[in-house]
């Protein structure tokens, strides 16, 4: 029969162990809290949640390749010639330029060999060929610097052939 002694008030078993202290390893640990946590891995800027100025891709647009998926000239290809808040002049059919909002379109995802504007990353602004693809990235060869950097697809846009 175990009958506590002086000093274990309330029947505690023997060396309960710090109190709060849980020695059960964390599965997969790293950053609590933080699931599929990759450092120093930024994700996608700019798409979903809100749109704050810095996510807005189309100061940094000009002469990409967009699709309209919205309002009146959606399904056509256009070209942006310039932009200002969340509107761009979009050059539609090569003859007519309109105004479209930032929601109503979408880059066009280049291709290899392809030149590219990076539209987000810390990189935004920048200009290159697309050298190679790597499954969801591009691997750029940005202009001038010819440093080569790799980027996710969703973070470029296809640039229009200069004429």
């Given at each position: 029969d175990y009958s506590p002694g002086p000093g274990t008030p309330g029947g505690y078993s023997p060396n309960p162990g710090t109190p709060g202290y849980n020695?059960?390893?964390?599965?997969?640990?790293?950053?609590?809290?933080?699931?599929?946590?990759?450092p120093g891995y930024s994700g996608t800027p700019g798409f979903g949640g809100g749109q704050a100025e810095d996510d807005?891709?189309?100061q940094y647009a000009t002469g990409v390749l967009v699709?309209?998926?919205?309002?009146?000239h959606a399904g056509k290809a256009g070209v942006i010639r310039s932009s200002e808040g969340v509107y761009a002049q979009v050059e539609v059919s090569g003859d007519m330029t309109v105004s479209i909002e930032m929601s109503q379109m979408k880059p066009v995802?280049?291709?290899k060999k392809d030149e590219v504007a990076v539209i987000s990353?810390?990189?935004?602004?920048?200009?290159?060929?697309?050298?190679?693809?790597d499954g969801e990235d591009g691997i750029v060869k940005i202009q001038p610097?010819?440093?080569i950097i790799i980027l996710r697809l969703d973070c470029l846009a296809k640039l229009a052939p200069q004429e």
């Open positions: 020695p059960t390893p964390t599965p997969g640990a790293g950053t609590p809290g933080t699931p599929g946590y990759t807005n891709w189309l699709n309209v998926v919205g309002g009146e995802v280049p291709s990353d810390s990189n935004k602004g920048g200009r290159g060929s697309l050298i190679g693809l610097s010819l440093d």
